[in-house]
């Protein structure tokens, strides 16, 4: 079974900085198979970005994806009141047809 | 626009069986190439996928359930049903139905609200 490991575990920024999130697989994944989501209090997952780098509809293009392998990127730059929130790193495993998220990163208001 | 539909009880007795269905508007779980899915949420924790079943009707789950668990086609092709047998307090959280794509790219584009299930005598 292949592991996401999300790091760091919570993110403390101020509105208008740039907030980098790291989600590391436990072998080379296919990009193809690599997700993001932001998940809000009280609300289910939104997808923000597949296919490693790909940005759902309606996503702005603050949301930035980036990675391959092993090593996957979520970068959301200039940081607005409505992006603080948890982000997870979602993978299949094409092997057994099985899914596996990240333990999940917060990005707090500091 | 599909739309996801959580429903069943709230609450479940231990060792009894948690029954959920998700309705699905704007599609069917036997038409176009997607997996209908199950995930879940326990308090302050992160998501945990619990299995699918693909529009063929195949299913997989995630194996750290063992056999508690099955997903199937409801009474209308508009809906999926998740059962989980012998449950305990471990098997509290929010429970999500989602779709996902299963043709080149994978992820979850569909979600429900989530539909909170408490497990309590």
């Known amino acids: 079974e292949i592991m996401l490991t999300q790091s760091p575990g919570t993110l403390s920024l101020s509105p208008g900085e740039s907030a980098t999130l790291s989600c590391r697989a436990s072998?080379?994944?296919?990009?193809?198979?690599f997700a993001w989501y932001q998940q809000k209090s009280g609300q289910a997952p939104r997808l923000l970005i597949y296919?490693?780098?790909a940005r759902a509809t309606g996503i702005p293009d603050r949301f930035i994806g980036s990675g391959s392998g092993t090593d996957f990127t979520l970068t959301i730059s200039r940081l607005e009141p409505e992006d603080f929130a948890v982000y997870y790193c979602?993978?299949?495993?094409?092997?057994?047809?099985?899914?596996?998220f990240g333990q999940g990163t917060k990005v707090e208001i500091k | 626009q599909v739309q996801l539909q959580e429903s069943g009880p709230g609450l479940v007795k231990p060792s009894q069986t948690l029954s959920l269905t998700c309705t699905i508007s704007?599609?069917?779980?036997?038409?176009?190439?997607?997996?209908w899915g199950w995930i879940r949420q326990s308090a302050g924790k992160g998501l945990e996928w619990i299995g699918h079943?693909?529009?063929?009707?195949?299913?997989n789950y995630n194996l750290s359930h063992g056999s508690r668990v099955t997903i199937s086609v409801g009474t209308s092709k508009n809906e999926f049903s998740l059962k989980l047998t012998s449950v305990t307090a471990a098997d509290t959280a929010v429970y999500y139905c989602?779709?996902?794509?299963?043709?080149?790219?994978?992820?979850?584009?569909?979600w429900g609200q989530g539909r909170l299930v408490t497990v309590s005598s």
């Open positions: 079943i693909h529009t063929s009707g195949n299913t």
């Open positions: 072998q080379s994944v296919s990009s193809s198979y």
């Open positions: 296919a490693s780098f």
């Open positions: 704007g599609g069917s779980v036997t038409s176009g190439n997607f997996y």
């Open positions: 979602q993978l299949f495993g094409s092997g057994d047809s099985s899914w596996t």
């Open positions: 989602a779709r996902a794509r299963a043709v080149t790219l994978r992820y979850f584009d569909y």
